[in-house]
Structures are given as C-alpha cells and as structure tokens.
C-alpha cells in the first residue's frame, strides 16, 4: 500500500513538470529567450553594468551571483564536512596503527631542486590568475585550484612542515572560509549602500566600485579554495 501510494505521489508531481518541459522550447533553438534577450544583453551590457571586461566573471559573480555565493558556501560545507568524518573515523577507531614496513624513499634532490625553483614561479602564476579574472579568462577557483596544487606538490616533495608556512596555523580557518566571508562582506555591503543583499552601484561614475568588489570576491574565492584544497589533502593524511 506504501509503495502504491508512493509511486502515485511521484506521477502526480511527475505530471506539471513533464507540461512544463513540453513547453519549453526546442534545444539550441534561435527563437529561446537565452538566445533572444539573456545572451544578448550580458554580452553588449556586461562591462558596463557587472563591472568587468570578462563576461564569463559578470555572470559568475554579479549577473547570478547569488548562485555563485551558494556554490562557494557549499564548498567550504564540504570541507567541514569532511573534516568531520575524517576526525569522527579516526575517534572511533580503535585497531592498533600498523607501522609502514620501511621508510619512503625521499624525492631525488633534482625533484626538490625543481619544486624549490618553480615554486615563487606557479605563486606568480596562481595570483595573476585570480586578479585578472575579471578582464582575462580565469579567476578565483582557477587561481585558487593552481595554488592548491602548489601546496600539495611542496608538501609531497619538501614535507608537510615546509607546506604549512604557506597557510599558518592562527589564521588557517578564517583562510578557509575566505570565499564565503567575502561574498558575504560585499553582499551586505550592497544591501547597506544600494538596498539589495550583492548589489553593485549601477553609476557609471563608480565603475571603479564594481570592478574592485568583484576584485575582492576573486581574490576571496581563491584564497579559500587553495586553504580548502590543502586542508582535505593534510587530512587525509597527506605526507611525504
């Protein structure tokens, strides 16, 4: 009988949605309103209404930034909530820890030599990525993806003691959670100067405003990601 009516709960809920696909138009259709108004309208307006002469960053973070602020709050869920089963797993288990059988061999001097040179190179690289994602393709997670992988590399190649003075530990949770501070730092500040929770000034003459809040978000995201990135692979015991 549960199951009866389980089945018809889900054809009753399952009937408007399949209405309302019928109506949409077909796909890749010219005659849908992606293609008749949004397109057109983020690609002439973008840079002058979002704020950025990229117009992939004035769709992220300004056109459907509300989107974005979830998708960065439910990454750094994420890592909490790894965190979480990681240090619950390691709590409750009480089989006795098996030694490894030899030492690992260390990486050849020519490895560290690398990692040590190209280093400050990939840190450039990372940080170009994120403050020029608003005029140039990349951004926050791109950049912050490029620095986390940079840390994980050093703390593979050089040891996870030399990895962790890039992210030192009296600040490493506020770096963590970076990326969702700042949405919500300038989406407060929208709403206390403009009246809307991530509202951008749409006066031409505080352009400059626009561009240096998405700045922010940018340099938010990939401080967070990198932290986030870094934090999951050292818990899961990440070593040398």
Same mark, same amino acid.
């Given at each position: 009988?549960?199951?009866?009516?389980?089945?018809?709960?889900?054809?009753?809920?399952?009937?408007?949605?399949?209405?309302?696909?019928?109506?949409?138009?077909?796909?890749?259709?010219?005659?849908?309103?992606?293609?008749?108004?949004?397109?057109?309208?983020?690609?002439?307006?973008g840079?002058?209404?979002?704020?950025?002469?990229?117009?992939?960053?004035?769709?992220?973070?300004?056109?459907? /930034?509300?989107?974005?602020?979830?998708?960065?709050?439910?990454?750094?869920?994420?890592?909490?909530?790894?965190?979480?089963?990681?240090?619950?797993?390691?709590?409750?288990?009480?089989?006795?820890?098996?030694?490894?059988?030899?030492?690992?061999?260390?990486?050849?001097?020519?490895?560290?030599?690398?990692?040590?040179?190209?280093?400050?190179?990939?840190?450039?690289?990372?940080?170009? !990525?994120?403050?020029?994602?608003?005029?140039?393709?990349?951004?926050?997670?791109?950049?912050?993806?490029?620095?986390?992988?940079?840390?994980?590399?050093?703390?593979? !190649?050089?040891?996870?003691?030399?990895?962790?003075?890039?992210?030192?530990?009296?600040?490493?949770?506020?770096?963590?959670?970076?990326?969702?501070?700042?949405?919500?730092?300038? /989406?407060?500040?929208?709403?206390a100067?403009?009246?809307?929770?991530?509202a951008?000034?749409?006066?031409?003459?505080?352009?400059?405003?626009?561009?240096?809040?998405?700045?922010?978000?940018?340099?938010?995201?990939?401080? /967070?990601?990198?932290?986030?990135?870094?934090?999951?692979?050292?818990q899961?015991g990440?070593?040398?």
């Open positions: 009988m549960k199951r009866a009516l389980t089945i018809a709960m889900l054809v009753l809920l399952a009937m408007p949605l399949l209405y309302a696909m019928s109506q949409l138009p077909p796909h890749g259709s010219a005659t849908s309103p992606a293609y008749t108004h949004i397109s057109p309208r983020y690609l002439e307006r840079p002058e209404e979002a704020g950025a002469e990229n117009v992939v960053t004035d769709v992220i973070l300004n056109y459907r /930034g509300f989107d974005t602020n979830g998708e960065v709050t439910v990454i750094f869920t994420s890592l909490a909530a790894v965190l979480a089963v990681l240090l619950a797993g390691r709590k409750g288990d009480e089989r006795p820890v098996r030694e490894p059988a030899a030492e690992p061999s260390p990486p050849s001097v020519v490895v560290r030599f690398v990692v040590r040179l190209l280093g400050p190179f990939v840190t450039m690289f990372a940080v170009y !990525v994120i403050i020029n994602g608003h005029v140039s393709p990349g951004g926050g997670f791109q950049g912050g993806t490029v620095f986390g992988a940079l840390v994980i590399l050093i703390t593979v !190649v050089l040891g996870r003691s030399v990895a962790e003075k890039l992210q030192p530990l009296g600040v490493r949770r506020i770096l963590q959670a970076a990326a969702p501070l700042t949405f919500v730092a300038v /989406g407060v500040l929208g709403l100067l403009f009246g809307d929770y991530l951008f000034p749409r006066d031409e003459a505080l352009a400059w405003v626009r561009t240096s809040w998405l700045m922010v978000i940018e340099i938010g995201i990939g401080v /967070g990601g990198a932290a986030i990135i870094s934090a999951i692979f050292w899961m990440g070593d040398r």
